[in-house]
């Protein structure tokens, strides 16, 4: 899906698709607005150095809505080694874990340096295009990675839309480790168990280029950020949380409710509450809605 933001004051007329010249004005547009990528503006920094020996600059290093480290690169135009250069640096990251964790706890806390999830580093590379062979090395590679090209629309407007993804890592994490739902199966009911699994393939199957995260208290389903997050199971229910204005939705007591300013696991704040197979197939337009936005 092609993502439009308003840089400025709209004009009235017709906006007409066309490259992007990534000039540093529209660099910084992208740069300085973290929503657009799903990351928060105080969880990133911009041209971090890596040091004389790697003798590199990122263009932005951060964390996304996870707390997974993201490294997202910036091309004008189509450039053949922007997938090779944001490898190159996604394996500094890699290496330097105790470096980027001494920056995260400098800015968010000993808290939040303790929860990055280095099990599902992300490289975002955006560009004015990309070519075939971008393309193929992305489908074929490990690591989680998103190529996200970038359109102006006119004077005013500028889209990002994703050419490729890969869910690299975040796949084998997947195989590897338990979910929370089975891990909860023995004490939280067998039914919650099987409509959690209901759920997953619900969100799993929205579209392509859907990757799915699992953390300790929840399962985060993104494209670029989060569209849907899956709470482990409760003894009656499940709590699915979305990325979806509560002011939008007609609210019924009991299966949806409007958590803006609440705490909870997960992100988005329109939280649905499923409890038979029923109320799932009456979510349905909401997840595409959640999953459209994202």
Known sequence: AVRRRRSTGSHGREAVSRQADLAGLDVGLVQSDG?????????RVSE????????????SLGLDENGSPVIVEYKRGTDAGVVAQGLFYLAWLMDHRAEVERLVRDRLGVTAASRVLWSGPRLICIAGDFTRYDVHAVREHRRSIDLVRYRLFGSDLFGLETVATASG?????????????????????????????????VLLG??????????????????????????????????????????????????TRDVTGLGHHGTGNLEVQLRTERDLERTQDLFRLSYAAA
């Open 35 to 43: 929503r657009v990528l799903g990351t928060d503006v105080a969880e």
């Open 48 to 59: 971090y150095s890596t040091g004389p020996v790697h003798g590199g600059r990122i263009d």
């Open 169 to 201: 890592g975040m796949q084998g994490f997947r195989r590897v480790r338990r979910s929370p739902a089975a891990q909860a199966a023995d004490l939280q009911g067998a039914a919650m168990v099987k409509l959690a699994g209901a759920v997953d393939e």
């Open 206 to 255: 929205l579209g392509e280029g859907v990757s799915r995260v699992e953390r300790k208290q929840y399962r985060a389903y993104q494209r670029l950020r989060n569209f849907a997050c899956l709470c482990r199971p409760q003894r009656s229910k499940l709590l699915v949380y979305l990325k979806v204005d509560p002011a939008e939705v007609d609210l019924v007591p009991g299966f």
